[in-house]
C-alpha cells in the first residue's frame, strides 16, 4: 500500500434488536444524545471527545469476535453499580499484568450491554 490512507472510521456501528433502547443504555454510560436518523438506525452523538456511536436494528445475535469497548472511569465501583443500574451484565473482574503508575495492580470489569455486546470498565 502506498503511504496515504484509503479512509478513516467515522464511527462504530452495533447492530441491536432494539436501536432506540441500546442508543439510550450507551448515552447513560457515555453520555451524548441519541439521534434517530431513520427507522432502525440510531446513532449517539457524542459529547466532547467521545466516539460516534450507531446503532443498527438487526435479529442476529452479536458475532463472537474478540472485539470489545474499553470504557475509561475514575470509580470503578461507581461505574459498576451504574452500568448494572443501566442493564448491563456483569461478566467478571480481572486485573492487567501491567502495574499502575504507583506499582499497585490495575483492575478492570467485563460485562455485557443489554444486546450483549461486550465492554470493560477500566480504571484511568
Known amino acids: 500500500m502506498s503511504g496515504a490512507p484509503i ?3 467515522r464511527e462504530i456501528v452495533l447492530d ?3 436501536p432506540p433502547a441500546l442508543a439510550a443504555f450507551w448515552a447513560a454510560l457515555l453520555g451524548g444524545r ?3 436518523w431513520y427507522p432502525g438506525w440510531v446513532t ?3 459529547p466532547p471527545h ?3 456511536l450507531s446503532f443498527q436494528a438487526s435479529d442476529d445475535p452479536p458475532p463472537e469476535t474478540g472485539t470489545h469497548f474499553d470504557v ?3 470509580d470503578l465501583t461507581a461505574a459498576h453499580e451504574a452500568v448494572l ?3 448491563a451484565t456483569f461478566v467478571e473482574a480481572r486485573t492487567s499484568p ?3 503508575a504507583d506499582g499497585a495492580p490495575v483492575p478492570w470489569r467485563t460485562y455485557r450491554d443489554p444486546a450483549g455486546h461486550p465492554f470493560c470498565l477500566v480504571v484511568r
Open 16 to 18: 441491536c434488536a432494539d
Open 7 to 9: 479512509g478513516w472510521i
Open 44 to 46: 449517539l452523538e457524542p
Open 50 to 52: 467521545g466516539q460516534r
Open 34 to 36: 441519541p439521534t434517530e
Open 85 to 87: 443500574a443501566a442493564g
Open 98 to 100: 501491567r502495574p499502575g
Open 72 to 74: 475509561l472511569v475514575d
